[in-house]
């Protein structure tokens, strides 16, 4: 018999076959692993002024950021008590008030119409109105608060922070300013519950020109003698200082030593002793590099001191040691002009004559701190934050008894 033939197998069954079997062979493999994920952080803040140059075009020193800061107007968010309710956060009121007022379109300033006949005139363009500039300057009014934390996203591009009349303790505004690096250049809190000046308030704000600490009565207790001097930019940049009506009595001049740029030095309304006088003009041993640098100078004003026997002499031996000085107690100054040191213990006296000075619209009574010297009561002004409190917070407040002094 002859052999059978094979079948022969079609080219489309050797390759099913071929697959069935390569994939009979092959071994599981795993799924490669994830690559982690890439988190981007976020872009460091920026400072307000980083794009300033300096008139020769280079950054701009301490010294050309002091010329510009007393120049320039800033674009200010006020926030008041009546805004902040146990509902929401001051927090909140602060970063809903900046987006309002960023979002808010500038005014239109309507451009004069042309004169001329209706052929020959052009047709005015309308202007269209822009957003306004990001806010860098925010106050918070008289809003008596204990603790406050800003959001870093506004703190970070601020220039100015000025917190009046609130209830911060030391402790409380190193939080806050803790809380994201900050570019300030002018810090006031006036009239709040600061018992010290620890250095690490400064750490946090290392370009500070401008400085108010005035009405922390509690200062004086214990004025520290390092409280500027462990911060090295801090000599650099600070420029203004205020300490007006703190309580201080010793250890003043032995905490500005290291401030060798300060300008303007208000130091009225304290305790000031004689021997504390002395240190800012000695006998013997120069003088503090910073005294020769004084523009603006405010001491006389309530100061126990001018009272004694030796102020007239010692105060003279100052005023000359202050070659630079341009404004004694508010007051134009020179060192060609003949002051009579004795009749300048009554020039409070004389500024502050009753009958010279519109005091019936004291608003410290009514729980608003008087703004001008002029506007307040002599007895007042010094404490008007402390009046302005008790008007808001007793409810049996006496106005006449206020005003009357009594």
């Known amino acids: 018999m002859p052999p059978k033939k094979k079948k ?14 390569l994939k009979s062979s092959k071994v599981a493999v795993a799924p490669p692993p994830k690559e982690p994920e890439v988190i981007t952080p976020a872009p460091a803040p920026k400072c307000p002024w980083a794009h300033l140059r300096s008139p020769y075009g280079g950054k701009m ?42 979002s808010l379109p500038t005014p239109i300033v309507e451009l004069p119409s042309s004169t ?9 363009p309308t202007p269209t109105p822009t957003p306004h500039p990001p806010c860098d300057k925010l106050q918070i009014i008289n809003c008596e608060l204990e603790s406050l934390l800003i959001p870093s996203e506004i703190l970070q ?41 620890p250095p690490q308030l400064f750490s946090h704000t290392p370009k500070l020109l401008e400085l108010d600490l005035s009405y922390n009565k509690d200062l004086g207790s214990s004025f520290p003698t390092d409280a500027f001097s462990a911060n090295a930019s801090l000599s650099l940049t600070l420029r203004s200082l205020n300490l007006e009506s703190c309580g201080i009595g010793e250890g003043l ?38 005294v020769g640098k004084f523009e603006k100078f405010n001491f006389h004003p309530m100061n126990s001191v001018t009272k004694e026997d030796a102020f007239p002499s010692t105060f003279s031996k100052l005023l000359k040691k202050m070659i630079c000085l341009k404004q004694l107690d508010d007051k134009p100054f020179s060192q060609s002009m003949t002051i009579d ?13 009753e009958n010279t000075k519109d005091s019936s619209t ?29 008007a808001r917070e007793d409810p049996n407040f006496d106005i006449a008894k206020a005003l009357a002094g009594t």
């Open 253 to 290: 001049v032995d905490s500005l030593t290291s401030l060798n740029n300060l300008r303007v030095l208000n130091i009225s309304a304290n305790e000031i002793t004689m021997a504390e006088l002395i240190k800012f003009a000695p006998e013997v041993s120069p003088p503090p590099q910073f």
């Open 116 to 124: 001329g006949s209706e052929e020959t005139s052009t047709p005015t």
């Open 157 to 197: 591009r601020l220039v100015c922070l000025c917190i009046p009349g609130s209830c911060l303790s030391s402790e409380a505004v190193i939080t806050m300013l803790s809380s994201s690096p900050s570019f300030l250049r002018s810090l006031s809190l006036v009239g709040n519950a600061l018992s010290s000046i």
């Open 362 to 390: 004291c608003s410290c009574v009514y729980g608003n701190p008087c703004t001008s010297k002029y506007n307040c009561k002599t007895h007042i002004w010094f404490r008007r934050f402390e009046v302005a409190r008790q």
């Open 341 to 353: 040191i004795e009749e300048l213990s009554k020039l409070d006296i004389a500024a502050d004559d």
């Open 61 to 102: 020193s301490p010294a050309d950021e002091w010329s510009r800061f007393t120049s320039y107007s800033p674009s200010a968010v006020e926030i008041y008590k009546e805004m902040i309710s146990a509902e929401t956060s001051p927090n909140l009121v602060i970063l809903n008030a900046v987006v309002n007022y960023e």
């Open 8 to 21: 022969a197998t079609s080219p489309k069954s050797k390759n099913s076959k071929a697959k069935a079997k």
